[in-house]
């Protein structure tokens, strides 16, 4: 089993684990959609927190021994299974946070993309390096936060951005040394998941549907989403709490 996934206080932690550059095959794109599906039905969990063992790499993508195995009549089926894994990461019903520990290529930077936020090692880095190997890359995805010269000349290249550069870019939100990063991740995943339940929810699934909208138009809906907020518990209770200077306290509903 490729992944592992842990549960505490409201957060889940979905880990790749495949020694020794976490590099992926058809079967475990299958198993973190998977998870990602059944971890989007647990009512108990507001956060989940994406990372990798080790510190060689977050993920170098796909496992290349299998690529070479696979015939052109298989590629629209493992295709299909790509989109599979990166919309379930993406429309994951929670904020997710990809705690990158090292090297994401490829895929890796694929999946890094598809979360809500991203922290990341010193030595981490990003690349799309299917040009290398005669495919074509996630820059569908990619190009929701990388500017278009940026992404192009990785595209074009094969080359990585650094850390750094993926922070000046705006791609990654944080930089931190290796032994920071999961306690950083952790702190993060700790105010998020505090929030109330349904909110981040409704949060979540109106930034996703709002990102590609006209401004006036998205704007709308994210006001809709947020008039179906004020008829829960919890949004009222949210009001209360801040007014009476106390926690809340969330009933779910």
Known sequence: MAIIVEK??????????????????IADYAE????????????????VIFTATGSKAFCAGLDLNEFLAATIDQD?????????????VRHAPVPVIAAVNGPALGAGAVLASCC???IASENA???????NVGRCGGAAHMMRHIPQGLLRRMYFTGLPISAAEALQCGFVQEVVSQEELAPRARALAEIIASKAPIGLRVAKEALNKVEFMQTEDGYQLEQS?????????????????????????????
């Open 116 to 118: 809500d936020v991203r």
């Open 76 to 88: 629209p089926a493992r295709a299909r299974t790509v989109r599979r894994c990166f919309a379930a």
């Open 225 to 253: 989403y947020s008039t179906a907020l004020m008829t829960t518990e919890d949004a009222r209770e949210a009001t209360r709490a801040v007014v009476e200077k106390r926690a809340p306290v969330w009933v779910g509903r």
């Open 32 to 47: 973190i959609a998977d998870t990602f599906e059944v971890i989007g039905g647990w009512s108990d969990i507001n956060c």
């Open 8 to 25: 505490s206080d409201r957060i889940a932690t979905i880990t790749i684990d495949r020694p020794p550059v976490n590099a992926i095959t």
């Open 125 to 131: 880095r990003f690349a799309t390096p299917e040009i």
